[in-house]
């Protein structure tokens, strides 16, 4: 049987993950392989270099720049304060005296006597980098950072905004295809991940920060209620970098759209249970996934007592056999969102409305049977 190889949407109970935490720059790892790290845990810490200051000593002193080293108090690698004198003048026999303070706390970085400016770098900002999941350190990349491996629950979402967040989940949707109210969420949201059913609305996104949820998943959004939330359109652009104070994860697409049951039944089956999600997405070349991942004591009591494996640089491998009687989402209008199943995997090419060339498939809908046939590159693989 011929097979194609097709990006899918995994959603299990049982899933071993590694995720690669590195730092942008180099700087320094803080923990070594076989580690148990919990997802607050800082793995690996850096310092990026503050803003550079520039004075133009010679313009506001009225100086040439060779004069520099005549009227500035300071040298190259000195550490000054706002407010401190860095260059003063000095003229008629000391009668008259103008003096130039820093702007800014930092160091002297450079004094030029071409350009006549001086240049203070202001203090590094330390960036820490945490595990995000609890796991077992398998790899340290010196001076870089690590790789994590974790096993339990482990879902991915069609589309997603906000970064990395971790709560306890909490299921509020009574079915997959509720439509919450924000009266639904009260108090007892705070600080939980939050699955309110088949659309989340703007409305409801605002009544999740009010009551402090730092997440929620669903399986739908209409565009008009996402730029309605964040005040403008995202484009194409990676997300999960919106300064927004929770994170979103929708399962199945855009519109009114119940959760797939398997999903919302394993949602189910989380609740309560601490798991870390983040929103980001890339739908373009390198595919970025939203995701949760809910890990579980007894398979890391595993992983931690089995014998060592390979290690590879793949957080998750992507990709897997499509075939008769697999699982799919199609991803493209007319059909958006539809689950359905495959029934046949024609192996001619086919004319299709863009008037392209391509391969095709034919897959039943799971809503109502109907028989359909889309391009293989518009569907994903629902995996288990």
Known sequence: MAHAYTP?????????????????LKGEVTVEVGDLVQPHDVVARTEIPGDPASINISQLLTVEPYELPDVVTVEVGDQVKKGDVVARKVSF???????????????????SEVSGQMVLREPPMPLNVEAYV?????????????????????????????????????????SPDE??????????????????GSLVTAALLRRAE????????????VDADLIDYLGYDIGVAITGHEDIPLTMIIT????????????FELLKELEGREASMNGATQIRAG??????????PDMLKELREAPERVDTDDDEGEGGGLGIGTPIRIIRDPYFGALAEVTGLPSELQVVESETRVRVLTAKLMEDGTEVTVPRANVEIIEG
Do not use: W
Not at 256 to 261: E, K, L, N, S, V
Not at 288 to 296: F, G, S
């Open 210 to 221: 009010e009551v402090g949820a730092v997440g929620l998943i669903s399986g739908g959004i």
């Open 8 to 24: 899918g949407l995994k959603v299990s109970s049982r899933e071993v993950v590694r995720k690669t935490r590195r730092l942008p």
């Open 252 to 263: 199945e697409g855009f519109g009114p759209m119940r959760i797939a049951d398997k999903t």
């Open 287 to 296: 595919v970025m996934r939203p995701e949760i991942i809910c890990p579980d």
């Open 134 to 174: 609890e796991g077992i350190v398998r790899r340290v990349l010196p001076e870089e950072g690590v790789v994590i491996e974790t096993a339990g629950a482990f879902m991915q979402g069609i589309f997603g905004i906000g970064g990395e967040r971790r709560g306890a989940i909490k299921v509020v949707a009574s």
């Open 93 to 111: 026999f000391g009668l008259f005296k103008s003096e130039q303070m820093s702007p800014v706390d930092g160091t002297v970085e450079m004094i």
């Open 179 to 196: 439509q919450v109210s924000p009266s639904a969420l009260d108090e007892s949201c705070e600080g939980k991940i939050v699955v309110v």
